[in-house]
């Protein structure tokens, strides 16, 4: 049997005072004490020192520390990466503000408890040689957990989806380098715009070549796709050469041992261009080491290669050779660049990836837009979806 209903009268409650709160166990309401507001100053979060050697290039969305200095360490406390030059602390930054931590030059230490906190957090480290090149990249191993991506990857050179992936990938870069003649026009005149407009319709046309070029597998395509890969990029380094101030002694393209700054700078800035399709690489799950249209060998991550041809021109050609049309300078210091023309290239490939562009009909940041290119190409490879290329807008 259920309680007796109440006997007691209902009573209507009374309205509660202001600045009150109910009392569930005494049924009063209780007036709030006021709240004494003090003219206190806010703590600053970040703090930087003011030699350059560790920079934060911030966005809306988050920021890359980049540490560069001999005898530096990187550390954590709390909620909070420190940087320290003896005992002393020179920077930190809170761990909800970072994205990435650049390490920039040799003599930089960092602990584990700072590797632990940053994988748990999805925050990659990223170890640059001098030349710019990644030859480290720290990150949690969950992010690779898969197998069937992998499988489908290795399979994918001997089949259709290898093919197309190579066109479009020859095809990306192509359209690339055909816009950002087109952007250089913009802001020229006379025979010089007329050059490059020139130059831009026929890397246009041999885009097209690309796309129709027959072929079932990697391997059956590569060859003539190479062939205008290289016309191509003929074609677009001399017009660079002949945009850019004849003191630099700009000659043509240099992979390794660039005889000048300009080529020193631009393999610079593809190096911290690698290290970010690199993490996108692994976190999509894809092999780095096994590519399409770059040639499988040991120690050469031809996924990686791939995977950067479509972003050379929209992240490092622009930011670099922009600069330099502008009035920037260069300097050179035993066969490299020197540690304040390294600062320059970074911080504006950087800032480059921070920027955003229209993609798939929205704004995203461009590291953004290769973390979902390098999702596309492992749906690809699954045969889940097409892959098209980054396409930079001018």
Known sequence: MGEPASTMPYVTPRKPPASAQLNWIT????????????DLPTLDDTALPDDGTVTLLAT??????????????IGKKGERVTV???KSVCAQVPFFRLQEVVIGSKGVSFSSDLIEELCRRGIRIACLDATGKPFAL????????TVETRKAQLAAPGNRRGAELCRWVVAGKLHNQEKLLLYFAKSRDGGQRESLQAAAAAIRRLRKSALSVDGDSADSVRPALMGLEGTGGR???????????????FTGRWHSGPPDAVNAALNYGYGILYSHVWGATMNAGLEPFAGFMHVDRSGKPSMILDLVEEF???????????????????????????????????????????????????????????????????SAVRGFREYRPFAFKW
Request: avoid cysteine; charge should be neutral.
């Open 27 to 38: 049924g009063d309401y209780e007036v709030e004490p006021e709240q004494l507001t003090l």
């Open 60 to 73: 809306e969305n988050g920021a890359q520390l980049l540490v560069s200095g001999f005898g530096l360490f």
């Open 84 to 86: 320290r030059q003896g």
């Open 138 to 145: 720290v990150t949690s191993p969950m992010l690779t957990a």
């Open 235 to 249: 074609v677009y380094w001399g017009q660079i050469g002949a945009m850019l101030p004849e003191d630099y002694g």
């Open 312 to 378: 050379r021109q929209p992240v490092v050609d622009r930011a670099i050779l922009s600069w330099l049309n502008k009035g920037g300078r260069l300097a050179m210091s035993k066969g490299l660049l020197d540690g304040e023309s390294r600062e320059e290239v970074a911080s504006r490939v950087l800032l480059r990836l921070n920027a955003t562009e229209p993609h798939r009909g929205k704004a995203h940041q461009v590291r953004s837009i290769i973390q979902m290119q390098a999702r596309l190409a492992a």
